[in-house]
C-alpha cells in the first residue's frame, strides 16, 4: 500500500481518496457526513479526470507500439506502469464506496497492519542478541530477578511509540510485543481503563528443559504459592471493567524464538436490566500473533491470519466503550487478545489453564461459551463452525464439549441478518461435507479454540473465512485453501494458474476445485493458502480482494453484536435466563445434508 499511496501522491488532492475510508469513519453527525459527502463527490469528480488521463496516456501508447516496425520496450515497459497506476487508482476508489460501517473496519484493519505488520511471537528478530543466552534464548537476568516489562522493553530494538524508528514496509517482523504494545494503546484511547501495575513481572523461568509436547504443557505460568498476590489481583480484575495483562513464558525444543507471552483480557459489565445479578462470563478470542512459512521470500504480515479477527474484536471494543451499548447485554464479556498461537495456541492454553480448571473454579461454573476468530475475513467464504466430532482424523479427548449450539445459534442469527438484507453474503454458513474428514459445519483443534472445549469443557463456535470446496495442499477438502482466485495459486517460477477446474460430484449439484491437470504439489509456491504466505499483506488484500474483505469483516461484526445484545440471555423476573448451549449431540447423530450450490458463486 505504501508504493500504492505514494503514486496517488503524485496526482494534489486525489490523494485524498486514501485518507476518505478515515474520514468517514470517524464522522459524528449528519452535517460532518454532508460535508464528506461533498467532498466524495468532488474527488470522484477528480478521480474520474484522471483516471481519462491515464486510459488516453495508454491509449497514445498503444497507438506509438502499432505505428513502430519494432518491438518498442521502453514504450511496453510504460504501457505496463500505466496499467498498474489505472489498477491502483480504481483499488483505491472501490474501497472508498465502502458504507460508513465498512470503513470503521477499514481504519481499524490498515492501521493495525500499517503500524504492526509481522507480529511473529518469540520477538527473536526483535531482541537485543548479545542479551539473550545463547543457548535457550531467554532474556540473561541477574541472579535472584525475575523478568519484567520493564527488562522487556530495555532489551527491544523495536520499540512502539518510538518516533524516531517509526515502522518500516521493509522490516518484515517486529514481532508479537511490538503489537501487545499497540493494542494496549488502542485499547485504552477507547477509554478502557488500564488494571495493570506500572511493570508487569512474568512467572518465574522454568528450570526444567524436559519440555513435552502437549501445547498445555509447554506454557509456564504462575505460581500458586510464590505469586499469590498476583493471581488474586488477576482473578478480581477479570470481574472488573477495564482491562489487564496475563503475562506467561513457555518452553520450545525451538530455540529459533524467545520464551515470552502476553495476553489482553478486557472486561466488559453489563449496564442495564442484568447489572448485579451475577451475569454469566463469554468470551470472544482472537490470536494477535503471525507467522510466515509460505511462500519464497517468508515474508507475512499477518493480515487475513489473524489482523481480520483482531480487528472485529476492536470493533466490538469500540461498541461497547459507549456504556449506553451495553444495556442490552446480559453476559459479562471478556476479549482476549493472545499471544503466541502460532507457536501451538500457547496463550489460550495459558489462559485457560490460569484461570477455566480446578473443581471449585467459580469462574468456570459461571462460563457460558466462547468463540473464537481467526482468520474471519479475505476467504471466499465465511463459516461458523463447532469441534471436529471425528476420532479417525485427529484425537477427541475424552469429555471434550463437543456441542453444536453456538455454532447453530450463530449461523441463525447470520441468516435472519441475510435474509432482512436480501444479501446471502451476510450468512456464515456451516460448510457441507465435501470428503470423508470433517463433517458438515466441524473443524480440527488447530485454534484457540481447543483448550476452552478440551480442557475448560465449554460450548465453542469459531469464526472462519475459506473455501471447503478447494482440494487443499493436503489433498483433502479440508478448507485449508481459502480461494479459488487464480492470484492465490503461485507457481514456483512466480506465475499464477489461469483458473482451477471446476467439477461437480455424482451428486450432481455438489461443486469442488481441483488443481490443473498436470499440476502437482510440488509445482506449487502457494496453494490458494493466503495466510503465513507472501500474499498476506495489506497490499495484496487490497488490490486482490477488495472491498469484499471490509464487507466481511462488517457482518462478522453485525453479527456477534445481534448475538451478544440480543440472543444470549435476558431478563425475566428479576433473573436472566440464557439459551442452553451444552446439550451434546451423539456421534451417530445423522447429518442434514446441506447444499453447497452457493459454492459456485465465489469471486474468481
Known amino acids: 500500500m505504501k508504493k500504492l499511496n505514494k503514486f496517488l501522491l503524485s496526482f494534489g488532492s486525489v490523494a485524498s481518496l486514501v485518507a476518505l475510508p478515515t474520514i468517514l469513519a470517524s464522522c459524528a453527525d449528519e452535517k460532518e457526513k454532508s460535508k464528506v459527502d461533498e467532498e466524495l463527490q468532488k474527488i470522484k469528480q477528480e478521480y474520474e479526470q484522471k483516471l481519462s488521463e491515464l486510459q488516453n496516456l495508454k491509449t497514445t501508447l498503444e497507438e506509438k507500439i502499432k505505428k513502430s516496425d519494432e518491438t518498442n520496450i521502453e514504450l511496453s515497459e510504460q504501457i505496463k506502469k500505466t496499467n498498474e497506476k489505472i489498477e491502483d487508482l480504481q483499488i483505491m476508489f472501490a474501497l472508498n464506496k465502502l458504507n460508513k460501517s465498512e470503513k470503521v473496519m477499514y481504519k481499524l484493519f490498515s492501521d493495525l497492519l500499517n503500524t504492526a505488520h509481522g507480529r511473529k511471537a518469540g520477538n527473536l528478530d526483535n531482541?537485543?542478541?548479545?542479551?539473550?543466552?545463547?543457548?535457550?534464548?531467554?532474556?540473561?537476568?541477574?541472579?535472584?530477578?525475575?523478568?519484567?516489562?520493564?527488562?522487556?522493553?530495555?532489551?527491544?530494538?523495536?520499540?512502539?511509540?518510538?518516533?524516531?524508528?517509526?515502522?518500516?514496509?521493509?522490516?518484515?517482523?517486529?514481532?508479537?510485543y511490538y503489537a501487545y504494545e499497540y493494542l494496549r494503546k488502542q485499547i485504552k484511547d477507547m477509554g478502557y481503563a488500564s488494571?495493570?501495575?506500572?511493570?508487569?513481572?512474568?512467572?518465574?523461568?522454568?528450570?526444567?528443559?524436559?519440555?513435552?509436547?502437549?501445547?498445555?504443557?509447554k506454557t509456564i505460568l504462575y505460581d500458586k504459592q510464590k505469586d499469590e498476590e498476583t493471581i488474586k489481583l488477576m482473578n478480581q480484575n477479570i470481574k472488573k471493567d477495564g482491562f489487564f495483562t496475563q503475562g506467561f513464558l513457555y518452553n520450545l525444543k525451538d530455540k529459533s524464538q524467545n520464551n515470552v507471552g502476553n495476553n489482553i483480557v478486557v472486561t466488559i459489565n453489563p449496564t442495564g436490566e442484568a447489572k448485579d445479578k451475577n451475569p454469566k462470563d463469554f468470551y470472544?478470542?482472537?490470536?494477535?500473533?503471525?507467522?510466515?512459512?509460505?511462500?519464497?521470500?517468508?515474508?507475512?504480515?499477518?493480515?487475513?491470519?489473524?489482523?481480520?479477527?483482531?480487528?472485529?474484536?476492536?470493533?466490538?471494543?469500540?461498541?461497547?466503550?459507549?456504556?449506553?451499548?451495553?444495556?442490552?447485554?446480559?453476559?459479562?464479556?471478556?476479549?482476549?487478545?493472545?499471544?503466541?498461537?502460532?507457536?501451538g495456541k500457547l496463550g489460550s492454553y495459558a489462559f485457560v489453564n490460569q484461570f477455566l480448571t480446578g473443581e471449585n473454579n467459580e469462574l468456570l461454573k459461571n462460563s457460558l461459551g466462547m468463540i473464537n476468530m481467526d482468520t474471519v475475513a479475505g476467504g471466499d467464504y465465511m463459516y461458523i463452525h463447532s469441534p471436529n466430532t471425528n476420532p479417525d482424523i485427529e484425537e477427541v479427548p475424552e469429555g471434550s464439549n463437543l456441542s453444536k449450539k453456538l455454532r447453530d445459534l450463530v449461523n441463525n442469527i447470520s441468516k435472519e441478518r441475510s435474509t432482512k438484507l436480501n444479501d446471502s453474503e451476510q450468512e456464515l454458513q456451516i460448510h457441507p461435507k465435501y470428503s470423508e474428514t470433517y463433517k458438515n459445519g466441524e473443524t480440527g483443534d488447530w485454534s484457540d479454540h481447543a483448550p476452552f472445549y478440551q480442557i475448560a469443557k465449554l460450548p465453542v463456535a469459531y469464526v472462519e473465512s475459506t473455501n471447503f470446496s478447494i482440494l487443499s495442499k493436503f489433498k483433502v477438502y479440508d478448507g485449508y485453501a481459502q480461494t479459488i482466485n487464480p492470484k492465490a495459486w503461485v507457481l514456483k517460477d512466480g506465475t499464477t494458474?489461469?483458473?482451477?477446474?471446476?467439477?461437480?460430484?455424482?451428486?450432481?449439484?455438489?461443486?469442488?476445485?481441483?488443481?490443473?491437470?498436470?499440476?502437482?504439489?510440488?509445482?506449487?509456491?502457494?496453494?490458494?493458502?493466503?495466510?503465513?504466505?507472501?500474499?498476506?499483506?495489506?497490499?495484496?488484500?487490497?488490490?486482490?480482494i477488495g472491498s469484499k474483505i471490509y464487507k466481511q469483516l462488517d457482518t462478522v461484526f453485525e453479527t456477534l453484536k445481534e448475538l451478544l445484545t440480543n440472543n444470549l440471555g435476558k431478563v425475566e423476573n428479576g433473573k436472566i435466563s440464557y439459551p442452553e448451549l451444552n446439550e451434546q449431540p451423539t456421534t451417530e447423530e445423522s447429518e442434514e445434508e446441506i447444499s453447497s450450490s452457493s459454492e459456485e458463486d465465489a469471486v474468481q
Open 497 to 544: 494458474i489461469p483458473s482451477l477446474k471446476k467439477r461437480v460430484l455424482d451428486d450432481k449439484k455438489t461443486v469442488v476445485y481441483d488443481w490443473p491437470d498436470g499440476l502437482k504439489k510440488e509445482d506449487f509456491a502457494i496453494l490458494g493458502d493466503i495466510w503465513h504466505s507472501d500474499l498476506d499483506t495489506l497490499e495484496w488484500v487490497n488490490k486482490n
Open 195 to 217: 488494571l495493570d501495575p506500572k511493570s508487569i513481572t512474568y512467572p518465574e523461568y522454568d528450570t526444567n528443559k524436559d519440555i513435552k509436547n502437549n501445547s498445555k504443557n
Open 284 to 343: 470472544i478470542v482472537s490470536h494477535y500473533d503471525s507467522t510466515n512459512n509460505v511462500g519464497p521470500k517468508g515474508v507475512s504480515w499477518g493480515a487475513t491470519d489473524n489482523a481480520t479477527g483482531v480487528s472485529v474484536n476492536l470493533r466490538l471494543l469500540k461498541h461497547f466503550a459507549d456504556v449506553k451499548n451495553r444495556e442490552n447485554l446480559a453476559v459479562r464479556l471478556h476479549l482476549i487478545f493472545v499471544d503466541a498461537e502460532e507457536l
Open 127 to 176: 531482541f537485543k542478541e548479545e542479551l539473550l543466552d545463547a543457548a535457550t534464548k531467554e532474556i540473561k537476568l541477574e541472579n535472584g530477578k525475575r523478568l519484567t516489562t520493564e527488562i522487556v522493553e530495555k532489551n527491544l530494538l523495536y520499540k512502539f511509540g518510538d518516533d524516531t524508528n517509526k515502522p518500516k514496509e521493509n522490516i518484515s517482523n517486529y514481532g508479537s
